[in-house]
């Protein structure tokens, strides 16, 4: 007697979901991330920590920052600058891309 034989990869283990959503929020959130990080972090705080520091240095956790910028402090300038740039890319795309409504994962709409 012979059975029904069922194709596995016939049938996905994950029913297909309708992607949906808006893109433009990955750009945004992304593009404010490195935005914060680069310039925030890599630049405004790198600038005011050392200015924070004097002419006699200071101590932050284990590490000693002088008033002096060193290559450590230029290269996380740089890093900063160029980090901050590529956020400005990503909100700019985000701000050209086409709208689309805010779907979230597994919400039925």
């Known amino acids: 007697m012979a ?5 596995i990869h ?3 283990a994950v029913p297909p979901m309708d992607p949906g959503g808006d893109p433009r929020l990955g750009y945004f959130l992304a593009g404010g ?3 914060f990080l680069g310039w925030g972090l890599g ?6 920590l050392h200015a924070w520091a ?3 240095g200071a101590v932050v956790g284990w590490v000693h920052v002088n008033s ?13 600058l160029f980090t901050g740039a590529i956020g400005t890319v990503l909100v700019a795309l985000g701000r050209a891309s086409a709208k689309a409504p805010l779907v979230l994962p597994g919400y039925p709409y």
């Open 10 to 12: 016939e049938t996905p």
């Open 33 to 35: 991330l490195l935005i």
């Open 54 to 56: 004097g002419p006699g």
């Open 68 to 80: 002096t910028w060193g290559a450590y402090a230029y290269a996380t300038l740089g890093f900063g």
């Open 3 to 7: 059975t029904g034989v069922v194709d």
């Open 43 to 48: 630049v405004v705080a790198n600038y005011l």
